[in-house]
């Protein structure tokens, strides 16, 4: 890294560093979860992006050369997954070219990956239920698996070593083969993800978060019970709903604090799916969500990270609930929950990002959108503690108005 470039990376992560402890910043930091507006502004598709070390390479590179956001998302980790997830036969997305347009974005398939009547094995052996019921559902290359004996009962020479008959099954030996080409397919990925943070690094753009994780309630209800059936849990069986999420809690805190730690980089990204007005009554989200978001964001905390979480959907009734939290400690992203009330709720307690709306960004004109910049910056960046991004993803957002939100941050910068 250049002498220059190093600089601008010490400017910029100080820049975020400061707005997240809610001091001032030399100017408001631009920050923008780009997904696939890369791949359309470079002119390839979004397939291309998901296959094609190269050409992801050059699309990114490209845009972030050209925005000069003041931090980035590696598109390895979560774009240039083809390979990987056609090798697991992956059912719960549709992707570029598998399922939907080659120039579409994904597409998740909601599902009861978990049906009603098995929390018991849930709660029982939770790496046994993943392996042999959850897995053959999920990757369909790993049916074969459903095959194997009780992993728990595989103890001793006499106690279960006969059990390993089983593998000498065709569909379980096909679903080792299937995991050791994602096995592959994998190492491919985190060496591109390598690659690109070193360009970055050179370009003077530090990371955005060093890991990801979820709400404990999330994670069951994205992906194992479904929308559907964790919203019938709530009335039906909410004891069992509450224990998975709790058995759920240590596995999401050390995932994250494992990854931050591997990469150096203390903020950890928190995509919040139902926990919003919309989705559960107040009283519900007191219950059933936000005990398990606070003390997983507790436990970043106190490991030293930075829990970023990002409201997606509406938040307003739930302000006062969600500051309960340490004082520049956190980040809070909101989608479409107003952010003038955010900052008059929770302004003083944690740093706010957003929340521009991509329909401004993919319909309005430049000036539009400086306009709304411009108000937010002056309003909700009052005194610090503000970080300029979109309300989402930038994927169908006009670079003209990318590069408005861009120009009113460096704008915003303190005149001596």
Known sequence: ?????????????KRISDAIELKEPDRVPFVA??????????GITCAEAMYDREKMMHAWVKTMKEFEPDAYENPFTIRFLGALLEALDFKQLRWPGHGVSEAASY??????????????????????????????????????????PPLNELISYYLGLTHLAALDAPEVGDALAALRKAGRAAATLVDAARAYGEEMKSLGIPPQFGAITQAPFDTLSDFFRGTRGAMLDLY?????????????????????????????????FIPLHKGSDGFMSLEQFKT????????????????????CPFFEGDYGSRLEVIAD?????????????????AKEVLGGRVCLRGNVPLSLLGT?????????????????????????????????????????MA????????RA
């Not at 398990?292 to 829990?307: K, Q, Y």
């Open 107 to 148: 597409q998740f398939v909601e599902g009861e990956y978990m049906k009603a009547d098995e929390y018991d094995a849930f709660l029982f052996d939770l790496s046994d239920y993943m392996v042999r019921c959850y897995w053959p559902r999920v990757f369909g290359a790993l049916q074969g698996l459903g095959a194997l």
């Open 1 to 13: 890294m250049s002498g220059t470039a190093e600089r601008q990376y010490e400017a910029r992560e």
């Open 364 to 404: 309005g004109a430049p000036e539009e959108v400086k306009a709304h910049c411009r108000r937010l910056i002056r309003e909700v960046g009052k005194g610090g503690g503000f970080i300029l991004d979109a309300a989402t993803g930038l994927d169908d957002a006009r670079p003209e108005n990318v590069r408005a």
């Open 288 to 307: 059933f969500f936000w005990p398990g978001l606070r003390t997983l964001m507790l436990g970043l905390i106190e490991e030293g990270l930075v829990p």
């Open 33 to 42: 979860l780009f997904g696939f507006f890369p791949a359309k502004y470079a």
């Open 407 to 414: 120009e009113c941050a460096r704008e915003s910068a303190v």
């Open 325 to 341: 939290i340490p004082r520049g400690k956190a980040c809070y992203a909101f989608e479409r929950t107003d952010l003038l009330r």
């Open 236 to 268: 039906r069986q909410p004891e069992k709903l509450l224990a998975a999420t709790e058995k759920l809690l240590p596995i999401m805190l050390r995932s994250a604090v494992r990854t931050a730690r591997r990469t150096g980089v203390p903020r950890v």
